[in-house]
């Protein structure tokens, strides 16, 4: 499956920002999908994922309450919204597909990556 990511941008703290990411072929339902992100100097951390269903959905404990993920499987789409974004929200925003089981943990490892978008959040 092939990812593109699109939707980042500048934004001011407290600001929000929504997330696409289209998959290609006729399956992308199948497919887990997972939100990363990259910060200058850093490495790629896990943000959210969502079941191919869209039923079952993870965060890490920092965004929590702030960002929420969800998926449109008729427009072969991700979302990733995000409220109350801080500066420390900066980063590029990858998403992610696997094709295996969804699990409410970080285990996954997935297979397909898109573009990054990049998220910049002034203070």
């Known amino acids: 499956v092939q990812l593109q990511a699109s939707g980042g941008g500048l934004v001011q703290a407290g600001g929000s920002l929504s997330l696409s990411c289209v998959g290609s072929?006729?399956?992308?339902?199948?497919?887990?999908m997972g939100w990363f992100r990259q910060a200058p100097g850093k490495e790629r951390e896990f943000v959210a994922s969502?079941?191919?269903?869209?039923?079952?959905?993870y965060y890490i404990d920092s965004v929590k309450g702030r960002f929420t993920i969800s998926r449109d499987n008729t427009k072969n789409t991700v979302y990733l919204q995000m409220s109350n974004l801080k500066p420390e929200d900066t980063a590029v925003y990858y998403c992610?597909?696997?094709?295996?089981?969804?699990?409410?943990?970080?285990?996954?490892?997935?297979?397909?990556w898109g573009q990054g978008t990049q998220v910049t959040v002034s203070s």
């Open positions: 992610a597909a696997d094709g295996g089981d969804w699990y409410p943990d970080m285990r996954i490892k997935y297979d397909y």
């Open positions: 969502i079941s191919g269903s869209g039923s079952r959905t």
């Open positions: 072929g006729r399956t992308f339902r199948r497919y887990v």
